[in-house]
């Protein structure tokens, strides 16, 4: 909550904005500059170099969709890989049973996703604090029972085989293209009366409630919204990795790394889980890299060093001392 700010009443918009405007020209240009040498990198970079900015791409949409709905509105999503596997098992099928294009069917992930957030998002929406928390995890176990049991469709625990297929640069600009989109839609949300309601469900529900805001609606919309992401990047992931079993794709680690990108970075800004992202995902490859026991150990730490010494992340800090706009 905004300092010298009452409880329970919606941020500022325009708060601290003269201090800090990411659409000054300075900073469109070094975007656009940023984006320019990503776009070129795969045609002078090394395998490797690509696969793993394909990686960071993927870590980048999936933190910012988590932030969408657990940033925003402070309920804490504890199965949001949900989403990641069902839309690399709904690539898997149409690719491998279908004979779909990679494209397609990673777009068809995002929408199998998403009707999978309609599906159990209002009874689940219901629940608060951990009780929510405990139903996404629970929704994650059943996904991956589900795949487990119907090996007709999904392999089972023998899983599904793509064929061969030699697309990773082209896969790294559409990852790319949807680590942007979600960043961008966050943007937009963030700037937006459709966000301001949210932060206020966050802030108090209660409060959002008697204000005649309909919290219910907005939060099964920013469900929806958090889980296309996911559900694209997962098809995409599948589809790069040729090969899916339902341990790879439904692991609690990968909800676990989302959460502490977007505490890192800042939970319910723009540029936080970017920004968690990268700096971990770089970390984690540099500490794997050189301590391959010790990498998981070290992560660890940096989750307690977090949540103790910086609850609001990077950003969120700098907001917080510097009283700097939510558009960061």
């Not at 889980?227 to 692991?251: K, T």
Request: with cysteine; proline share 6%.
């Amino acid at each position: 909550m905004t300092p010298g700010r009452p409880h329970g009443t919606p941020p500022t918009v325009g708060a601290g904005l003269g201090a800090f405007d990411p659409m000054k020209p300075a900073f469109a240009v070094a975007l656009g500059a940023l984006v320019l040498l990503l776009s070129l990198y795969p045609m002078v970079g090394s395998g490797y170099g690509v696969r793993a900015l394909l990686q960071m791409f993927m870590w980048i949409a999936l933190a910012s969709s988590w932030n969408l709905i657990s940033g925003l509105t402070g309920y804490v999503s504890f199965g949001h890989v949900a989403f990641f596997g069902a839309g690399a098992y709904a690539t898997g099928i149409l690719v491998t049973k279908g004979g779909w294009p990679w494209l397609p069917a990673s777009l068809a992930g995002g929408v199998a996703a998403c009707v999978l957030a309609l599906v159990i998002g209002y009874p689940c929406l219901r629940l608060k604090g951990p009780y929510f928390a405990i139903a996404m995890l629970g929704l994650n176990e059943v996904l991956r029972a589900l795949v487990s049991y119907f090996e007709g469709l999904t392999g089972g625990g023998f899983g599904l085989s793509f064929p061969t297929l030699h697309a990773t640069v082209p896969i790294y600009y559409v990852m790319g293209l949807v680590a942007a989109a979600v960043t961008l839609l966050t943007y937009l949300i963030i700037t937006s009366r459709f966000g301001l309601r949210l932060m206020t469900i966050r802030e108090d529900e209660v409060a959002a409630e008697a204000m005649g805001i309909d919290t219910a609606r907005y939060k099964l919309y920013a469900f929806l919204l958090s889980a296309v992401g996911p559900g694209i990047v997962g098809g995409l992931a599948a589809r790069d990795q040729g090969y899916i079993e339902p341990v790879s794709v439904f692991p609690l680690a990968t909800t676990i790394t989302m959460i502490v990108m977007v505490l890192f970075g800042g939970k319910g800004t723009v540029w936080g889980p970017v920004l968690g992202a990268v700096v971990l995902f770089v970390f984690q490859e540099l500490v794997w890299a050189k301590f391959i026991y010790l990498h998981q150990l070290l992560f660890g730490a940096i989750i307690v060093a977090v949540v103790l010494l910086m609850p609001r992340g990077v950003l969120g800090l700098l907001q917080m001392r510097y009283r700097l706009p939510r558009t960061i």
